[in-house]
Every structure is written in C-alpha cells, then in structure tokens.
C-alpha cells in the first residue's frame, strides 16, 4: 500500500525556536493537510492544501505556523518561535479525491 | 458542540469476545463520510474502516464492521474475536465539507484493552 512519510520521527527543540517537519505525501495525491495531537487528547485539523495554496485553516493555525509545497513532492509544517504548548504529535494526511486520507506515522515534537 | 461523540473513554473485553465502540456524530451536510482510525501506543494511526453517507449496507474489513444507522446518527465499530493486539485508542472521525477542504473531524477516542 502506498505510504505517506514523515520525518523526523521525533523533534526535540527549544523554546523560540523554529522547527521544520517534513511530510512526502503520497504522489499523485492532491489533498494535502496537517493534524495535531497534544498527548492524551484527539486529534485536530490545522490546515488543508490544495493546488498550491491553503484551501481552509483552523483557529490553532495562527501566524507562527506556515506550510510550503516547495519541489512538488515535499510538504512542510514550520512552526516559528515554538511555544511549550505546541508539544504534540504533528500528523500529515493526503487524499487523491474523494477516497480517504492516508496518514503518515507522525511526528512527535518535544518543546523543551 | 461536539461533531463526534464516543462515550466510552476506556473499554475491556475478553480475548476471542466482540466488542463494540460507539460513535455519534452531528452534522446537516446530506453527505459525508465516517472513519474509524486505531491508533497504538506507537502512536500512528491506522485506517480501519469507512462508511458514505449513501451507503446502502454497513461497511465491512475482515473482522471490522460498521453499525451505521443513519436516521440515529451512530456509526458503531464491531471488533468480532477480540485479539491481544487490537488493544489501542480507537478514534471515529467524520469527513466534512464544511470550509471546502474536506477535513476530518475526530472523536476524543475510546481505549480499548484486551484481556487474555
């Protein structure tokens, strides 16, 4: 089965910083998205991205967070200036229409 | 309010048993989708089963069934002959076209243990 990836797996940072999390959505996917799940709690939608631009976002999503489809294969979350309360695991999703998102296996961000 | 709605935060059920999660969920869009996701202590998450609003029959994989009864709102997800590694969270989830993007809206998740 085709797979979504992404990496790190794990990401430990310090506080203020800005941190990078990579997703390679599967390719001929056109649905692209990021959720977040603070440890414990379910998992919450921030953004969706569709033809190279954002097609919704959640009020979570505010300035310090921003994606980029940079090369047509890559799709990246960048949080600037991390806060300890974006700690969470950042999961990607794809679709290709109206089938189901596929999951990557997540990355776990640890703001120290 | 609450899209979707799972009651049980913790369940328990013998190893070889069926068992079944509940899921309610809210919503006045004709058409939509609903998902059950496991999710394991390593923390990916797993697609189990889906069910479309128009959907003339319950959605089934394997040992995984949906109970959907539409007029009810409630999509329950049936685990027959229990195994020690369906022990996770299990999370329903509605895709929903508010907004346009089709995102999905989670559930706060039920724990599932089994016992052997």
Redesign the interface.
Known sequence: EPEVTQTPSHQVTQMGQEVILRCVPISNHL?F?W?RQILG?????LV?F?NNEI??KSEIFDDQFSVERPDGSNFTLKIRSTKLEDSA?Y?C?SRRSAD???????T?LTVV | AQKITQTQPGMFVQEKEAVTLDCTYDTSDPSYGLFWYKQPSSGEMIFLIYQGSYDQQNATEGRYSLNFQKARKSANLVISASQLGDSAMYFCAMREAQGGSEKLVFGKGTKLTVNP
């Open positions: 649905y998205y959720y709690q379910k998992v919450e939608f969706s569709y097609s919704e695991m999961f999703a189901r998102a596929f999951f990557g296996q997540g776990r």
